[in-house]
T-cell receptor, first 114, second 108 residues
Framework: GAVVSQHPSRVICKSGTSVKIECRSL??????MFWYRQFPKKSLMLMATSNEGSKATYEQGVEKDKFLINHASLTLSTLTVTSAHPEDSSFYICSASAGETEAFFGQGTRLTVV | GIQVEQSPPDLILQEGANSTLRCNFS?????LQWFHQNPWGQLINLFY???GTKQNGRLSATTVATERYSLLYISSSQTTDSGVYFCAVEPPGNQFYFGTGTSLTVIP
């Protein structure tokens, strides 16, 4: 299957700083990328959907100014957690698809805010 | 929005036993995928199955889109099958939504 690379896999940051997570589709052009958040022992919750070259569509309850999503090219989307706080600590996963087809997932990023 | 419910939420099996995991969804979907999440959090794509039946080794899956459910069968379970299994559906609109998950523990 296609490969989606997510970086970093683990990050610890200080409260108040910003963290950027990258999601790259390595061998296909991802017209759509998704960002998910997972709390311990819970399912994955869709945060936002981004289409290349346009603004992301955020799910209800997700703060747009807190979680900045950029999808500047067909192979790269970034999620920036701004002014991070301990409650932002979580597991974040991206996925990518080339339209209405199978989605491929990154390895996930475990964010810890101290 | 669409509701995606999985059952059972937790399952404990003896090694070698068979099991069936179910995924019900509340609206029509264009796509459905099954995943196994390993202890490190990584999602392993098991099946891309918007309809019909597929088999891969000891695993098989069936989706009946008209009745809004999908089943994942695990035969001759092994301890390495332990983990959380998710289904994810894509309703019209190009967004994937995950089910509630089934936590499987296979004991030797």
């Amino acid at each position: 299957g296609a490969v989606v690379s997510q970086h970093p896999s683990r990050v610890i940051c200080k409260s108040g700083t910003s963290v950027k997570i990258e999601c790259r589709s390595l061998d296909f052009q991802a017209t759509t990328m998704f960002w998910y958040r997972q709390f311990p022992k819970k399912s994955l919750m869709l945060m936002a959907t981004s289409n290349e070259g346009s603004k992301a569509t955020y799910e209800q309850g997700v703060e747009k100014d807190k979680f900045l999503i950029n999808h500047a090219s067909l192979t790269l989307s970034t999620l920036t957690v701004t002014s991070a706080h301990p409650e932002d600590s979580s597991f974040y996963i991206c996925s990518a698809s080339a339209g209405e087809t199978e989605a491929f997932f990154g390895q996930g990023t475990r964010l810890t805010v101290v | 929005g669409i509701q995606v419910e999985q059952s059972p939420p937790d399952l404990i099996l003896q090694e070698g036993a068979n099991s069936t995991l179910r995924c019900n969804f509340s609206d029509s979907v264009n796509n459905l995928q099954w995943f196994h999440q390993n202890p490190w959090g990584q999602l392993i794509n098991l099946f891309y199955i918007p309809s019909g039946t597929k088999q891969n080794g000891r695993l098989s899956a069936t989706t009946v889109a008209t009745e809004r459910y999908s089943l994942l069968y695990i035969s001759s379970s092994q301890t390495t099958d332990s983990g959380v299994y998710f289904c994810a559906v894509e309703p019209p609109g190009n967004q994937f939504y995950f089910g509630t998950g089934t936590s499987l523990t296979v004991i030797p």
